[in-house]
């Protein structure tokens, strides 16, 4: 009977071990908050450990898993409790020039749970780590280029250019998602449904 319990699926078409393990790593990505962020240069946007959260959601639950931990954690953000990095609240970073940053963790989190699904049922550290840096920096440095542009009121070069000096912390990051992702897959396998792409 308790089989049954994880095993059903909900209206959204997650078991409820599926909505467990999104709870989890919403908490992860909480609880990476609590170092705090730092700020360098002048765009205000702070270097914080909860990308590695969203690219770690990404690598080991796949994208719907994935993008309903991003989800749970963002909508307690927004209902006002400060589990951004730094105790901001999501309402804070939404009205910020950091909004698009914010913005893009969900289509991130998209991005590396799919590209990581296609890889499957093996996961590699090398294809990992480039998807992880395509979701993790790309789409999001995409997303926060242009919330700087809309709330800052910068050019789109302008805007681009102070990613610069994040990049190093964030490939570090990547690279660290995609070796505990490898492990995580190792030990626990079908974590991912693979997603094969049909050909004609």
Sequence with gaps: MPTEGRTRKTAVGL?????AQSAVFAALIAALGLPGTITVGS???PITLQTLGVMLAGAILGWRKGALAVLIFSTLAICGLPILAGGRTGLVSL?????????????A????GL?????????????GF???????????????TIGLMVRADMTWWAALSTNGIY???DLVKAAAAAVVARQVHRGYPGLITPLRVKRR
């Excluded at 078991?15 to 909505?19: G, K, Q």
């Excluded at 590209?115 to 294809?127: E, F, H, N, S, W």
């Excluded at 480039?130 to 926060?144: A, D, K, Q, R, S």
């Design 130 to 144: 480039v998807i992880n840096v395509i979701g993790g920096l790309g789409v999001i440095y995409l997303f926060g």
């Design 167 to 169: 990049v190093t912390g």
């Design 95 to 107: 009205t910020s020039p950091t909004a698009g940053f914010f913005i893009g963790w969900l289509p």
């Design 43 to 45: 765009s205000g946007v």
């Design 109 to 112: 989190v998209i991005v590396i």
């Design 115 to 127: 590209g990581t699904a296609l890889m499957m049922p093996k996961y590699r550290v090398i294809p």
């Design 15 to 19: 078991t409820m071990r599926d909505l």
